[in-house]
């Protein structure tokens, strides 16, 4: 089965038209995905399913090496089972990451981001729906998305289709200490799929 499934990458990889990065160019980036979120140091928080999108840009320095400037929107937070509750907590996120390319289509990545609370709420049994938490938590988060960049060419402009996977580890505590809970970080793994051109070039 993994043989298999070792020989289906390398099919995949060698038959699409994947296209190197061009020294000095911008590309422009619009995403959507899923988030699977918790908080960590505690025990009871359970992971959740959230929505995300995300538009941005990368620029070039060279033909391996980059940056990629974006603005986030993701839903994070955790589920309780005991309690049939959900934290819903919404950030927007300004990441700025260094961008590898492995080889022309794949990347990796990594660096800091800062994000500002939106919203804060509970959702699940009919007397936690709606009601508000946006006080327990700290306005400003710091994290550090890492992860990995596919980007197989879709077209004769520079398009491209954008597989992102990232795990994004929270760098600051989430919560305030007034709020009762122990001290814990938002932590999330996030997968999107998204459009990448370098048409405005």
């Known amino acids: 089965m993994k043989k298999f499934l070792l020989m289906a990458v390398v099919a995949i990889m060698t038959t699409m038209n994947v296209n190197a990065q061009e020294k000095g160019e911008f590309s422009y980036k619009l995403r959507l995905g899923g988030v699977l979120s918790t908080f960590t140091n505690n025990d009871d928080a359970k992971s959740k399913f959230g929505l ?4 941005g ?9 980059g940056l990629s400037m974006e603005i986030h929107d993701e839903y994070l937070g955790a589920k309780y089972n005991e309690t049939n509750k959900r934290v819903v907590v919404d950030y927007i996120g300004i990441p700025l990451q260094a961008k590898f390319y492995i080889i022309p289509g794949l990347a990796v990545q990594a660096g ?5 609370l939106l919203t804060g709420r509970y959702n699940g049994k ?38 992102d996977f990232r795990y994004r580890i929270g760098l ?29 070039n």
Request: proline share 5%; charged share 20%.
């Open 52 to 55: 995300a999108w995300n538009f």
């Open 57 to 65: 840009a990368d620029y070039m320095f060279t033909k391996n090496f």
């Open 112 to 116: 800091p981001q800062i994000s500002f």
């Open 126 to 163: 009919k007397e936690h729906m709606g009601q508000r938490v946006r006080d327990k938590f700290k306005p400003i988060e710091f994290a550090l998305p890492v992860g990995l960049s596919f980007e197989p060419s879709i077209g004769s402009y520079g398009d491209r289709l954008l597989i």
């Open 172 to 200: 600051s505590r989430a919560n305030k200490e007034s709020s009762g809970y122990d001290a814990f970080r938002n932590s999330a793994f996030i997968l999107s799929i998204g459009y990448l051109t370098d048409f405005f």
